[in-house]
């Protein structure tokens, strides 16, 4: 009787075993899709690096056809938040997507004015950080004030994207475009205490 209760014992577990081993090997499936999605994912994009600048192999995606620009770079900035009663904490992301740039005139000169948009980016992203620093946390209002945030930050990121590309003339006008470059240098420096986001 006891071999009969050990055996069926075994047996009853015979199924949830197998059962959990299936389990056990598609979470390790979906773990190793989703590392791979993830590692293709990051091969696309590139974080902002004082110490690594743009080059022209970052940029994959094939020229607009309906446009005469010399160049197109396409930044993103992004935000996650997370909350526990009274406090919140958050994560922002800036990058470069690689997918979604390119070059038609690859010279240096217009490299450094891509290379500009890039760093205006980074300008933004540790105004956010700022910004998501100095601000107070209201359980009434949390959302809709984080939201006003980081729309504000994105409209100013955008206008001034726009104004870079107007006084510059898209780069062709150098004297504007290195004065640029000087007031992005300044800029970065002005916001480097919050680099670290």
């Not at 979604?100 to 890039?118: M, V």
């Amino acid at each position: 009787m006891t071999g009969t209760t050990q055996f069926g014992a075994c047996f009853a577990f015979t199924p949830l075993k197998m059962y959990m081993r299936f389990l056990s090997l598609l979470l390790l499936s979906i773990i190793i899709q989703q590392k791979g999605f993830a590692q293709q994912n990051s091969n696309s994009i590139l974080y902002w690096n004082k110490d690594k600048k743009l080059s022209w192999s970052d940029y994959l995606a094939t020229p607009d056809g309906e446009s005469d620009a010399a160049a197109s770079t396409t930044t993103q900035l992004n935000v996650e938040y997370e909350f526990s009663k009274d406090k919140f904490s958050f994560h922002i992301k800036s990058f470069f997507i690689k997918s979604s740039s390119w070059g038609r005139h690859k010279t240096e000169y217009i490299l450094s004015h891509e290379q500009g948009h890039f760093d205006i980016a980074e300008i933004f992203a540790r105004k956010l950080h700022k910004a998501l620093r100095e601000y107070v946390f209201n359980k009434k209002n949390f959302q809709n004030d984080l939201k006003n945030i980081y729309d504000g930050i994105v409209a100013a990121k955008t206008a001034m994207q726009d104004e870079y590309d107007r006084e510059t003339n898209h780069s062709i006008n150098k004297e504007k475009q290195n004065e640029w470059l000087i007031k992005i240098a300044e800029l970065l420096q002005t916001f480097e205490p919050w680099v670290s986001y």
